[in-house]
């Protein structure tokens, strides 16, 4: 972790497909020395793919992979020194806790009395010392994961890939397993690279996120700078719940202010960002509007921003917190309100834009303005 | 709440009831076959029928391996046939070496067709064809075939038959459990650096040890039991017990008692390997415990 810039892994226009199905396309990516590197996408787009492409037990179609900048591309798996936890954590069921952890120092032939020492080092490091002779099917699921995290950590690897290791968890569990593997990633130092997903087990997690989608990239970053300056349409829909929403608006000029239009919606937007879209080529753009950002308005209009009057659709009502539907026009616009404002359904409500909060993206390419 | 107890009573007992019946039909004749060995001539086919025999007699085993004894009675009935020993010894050596090798040779194929589609997607639907004729449809190409090796009545035509015509049972059979093992398990240990070979024996093989030996069972009661192949491919020194019971007839009828005493003998062996094999058979298949 000397550098922390510097990459343990690098992935260069990796590649992948299955029967003409393409899984992944051309994906670069430097992974960096320590940190804890969340794959984070819908099912189907390609994380787990790339994670196996790199412990090797899927070969490339294109693109090569680079271990502290040696090409593994076309290693075998044994042959990469990377740890690999499956999602069913694929304990070895018929042996004990003590074989499970032992067998890949005994693969590689090493000294009994050294394969007892490092077997129960791990086991103390992840609290099994006192199942050692328990068989692995006999356990229960957060031994389990212990387990499988102890068997990838005992035979020393230079990075962990994790394929969705919290998915068997009932939702209690599952976040204290969570903070577990936080504490261990702490504890260990180890380059982690995690596919989930979870958002949320990825913006607690991760030191930085990779967004994926139908096999690319769609930004890689800080959990919370993602989440506040979302690179594109995917990216600001898929993170943040209540989804963001998203509304068509045309960009005009209205003497000096810029104005965002739409049916029942107006918006003034500060000098700056008029410049900004003026130097645009098309107007047609979305509003993206975080549901925590809304706000009901009171008397008053803000000089910035905008106000539009709306019908109340649906409440859903949670401890602190409720989520609302608003009708404006044809579209639905979720909003979050402290649950203390009390709402009915088919109350007409007017709502208060901040124009400092509104995030901008160009209708044709879905790439952020801002 | 009364009506439903009522209710959970009699589902016990009707559940217990169709157990009954269903243990009655399979084992009514096996207690018939025991009865009737222990009986002499003239109690075989008695009318009204006994279920505990007048006069109990152990003739009709001891004839199996001597012929003509005791003097008179079964005995003379009987002296024509071969002592059982050679079928028996036949049996014993056929049937375990044709079902290990049907075994090994159907697990290592069901192993490739899974993990690897060795041979093509189709590859186990075309073994499956062998058991889609008659096995007596193989049997006059092969008697053309074994004439011309030299091996009509041995015990190697045999082996060869049994282990050819129920490979194809042992790789289905197994195909299913070594699906039942997840995959990863293997990519976590060649993560580990194991060798494929040592995947498979170190981590697969005793993952699926219970379906192996459920399905040996399987195919050792099969050719244990095979009577058609057997009668037709030997003669004198390569009959196997089916056979030998198909001797046990004469010009005046069947010769019932020394028939049973045979069958309860023949299946001695098969009910130990049963014994033996039942716990692996019990103990569960453990893959369940964690959702793919």
């Given at each position: ?370 | ?93 056929v ?47 092969l008697l053309v075939y074994f004439r011309a090796l030299g091996l009509i009545d041995t015990q190697l035509a045999l082996i060869l038959m ?67 192949l057997?009668?037709i491919f030997t003669s004198?020194q390569a ?54």
């Amino acid at each position: 972790m000397a550098n922390p810039e510097a990459s343990i892994i690098r992935l260069e226009g990796l590649r992948k497909e299955f029967d003409g199905v393409l899984a992944v396309q051309g994906l670069d990516l430097r992974v960096r020395e320590g940190e804890f590197l969340c794959f984070l996408g819908p099912s189907g787009c390609g994380k787990t793919t790339t994670l196996r492409m790199i412990a090797g037990l899927e070969t490339p179609t294109a693109g090569e992979i680079y271990l502290r900048e040696k090409k593994i591309t076309r290693l075998p798996p044994q042959e990469r020194n990377v740890g690999f936890m499956f999602q069913n954590y694929a304990l070895f069921w018929h042996m004990s806790v003590f074989d499970n952890l032992a067998f890949g120092l005994r693969v590689r032939r090493t000294a009994p009395g050294q394969i007892d020492r490092r077997v129960r080092e791990v086991a103390d490091m992840l609290e099994l010392a006192q199942v050692l002779d328990v068989r692995a099917a006999k356990l229960d699921l957060s031994a389990m994961q212990r387990v499988a995290m102890a068997r990838t950590l005992a035979v020393d690897p230079d990075v962990l890939l994790l394929d969705e290791p919290l998915n068997n968890f009932r939702p209690g569990l599952r976040e204290r397993m969570r903070g577990e593997l936080k504490r261990w990633q702490h504890q260990l130092g180890r380059t982690m690279v995690y596919v989930t997903h979870d958002q949320e087990e990825a913006m607690t997690l991760g030191d930085r996120i990779l967004v994926m989608n139908e096999g690319r990239s769609e930004q890689l970053g800080a959990p919370r700078y993602i989440y506040e300056h979302p690179a594109n349409l995917f990216v600001a829909g898929f993170i943040g719940r209540p989804a963001m929403n998203f509304l068509e608006v045309e960009f005009k000029r209205e003497g000096e202010a810029g104005l965002l239009q739409r049916d029942g919606l107006r918006l003034r937007l500060p000098r700056d960002l008029t410049a900004a879209l003026e130097s645009l080529p098309s107007s047609r753009l979305v509003l993206g509007l975080r549901p925590q950002h809304l706000r009901i308005a009171e008397n008053g209009t803000a000089r910035e921003g905008g106000v539009f009057r709306a019908v109340v659709d649906l409440v859903l009502p949670l401890a602190r917190k409720q989520v609302v539907d608003l009708k404006l026009g044809d579209e639905l616009i979720k909003m979050v309100l402290p649950a203390d404002r009390p709402l009915l359904v088919d109350d007409a409500v007017s709502v208060a834009i901040d124009a400092d909060r509104i995030h901008l993206f160009d209708r044709d390419t879905g790439r952020a303005i801002r | 709440m009364e009506s439903r107890r009522l209710r959970e009573f009699t589902d016990a007992v009707l559940r217990w009831l169709a157990g009954i019946i269903v243990c009655a039909i399979f084992l009514l004749p096996l207690i018939w076959v025991l009865s009737i060995s222990f009986k002499p001539p003239e109690e075989w086919i008695a009318y009204p029928p006994r279920l505990i025999p007048e006069k109990i007699t152990t003739s009709n085993y001891v004839v199996l391996f001597q012929p003509g004894n005791p003097v008179g009675g079964v005995g003379a009935m009987v002296s024509a046939a071969e002592p059982v020993t050679r079928a028996f010894i036949n049996s014993i050596i056929v049937v375990p070496i044709a079902t290990a090798a049907s075994l090994v040779i159907g697990f290592l194929a069901a192993y490739a067709t899974t993990r690897f589609q060795a041979g093509g997607k189709s590859l186990p639907l075309f073994v499956l064809t062998t058991r889609m004729f008659p096995p007596v449809a193989f049997a006059v190409p092969l008697l053309v075939y074994f004439r011309a090796l030299g091996l009509i009545d041995t015990q190697l035509a045999l082996i060869l038959m049994y282990t050819g015509f129920t490979i194809a049972f042992s790789l289905w059979m197994t195909r299913g459990f070594i699906e039942g093992v997840p995959k990863s398990i293997e990519e976590a240990a060649i993560l580990d650096g194991a060798s494929r070979w040592r995947v498979l024996f170190t981590i697969t093989l005793p993952l699926v040890k219970g379906g192996l030996a459920a399905t040996g069972l399987f195919v050792f009661i099969l050719n244990w039991t095979e009577f058609l192949l057997a009668q037709i491919f030997t003669s004198r020194q390569a009959i196997t017990i089916p056979v030998q019971v198909s001797h046990y007839v004469g010009a005046v009828g069947r010769f019932y008692g020394p028939m049973a005493a045979l069958g309860v003998v023949a299946s001695i062996p098969v009910v130990v390997a049963g014994y033996i094999i039942q716990r692996h058979l019990v103990t569960g298949f453990t893959f369940g415990l964690v959702r793919e």
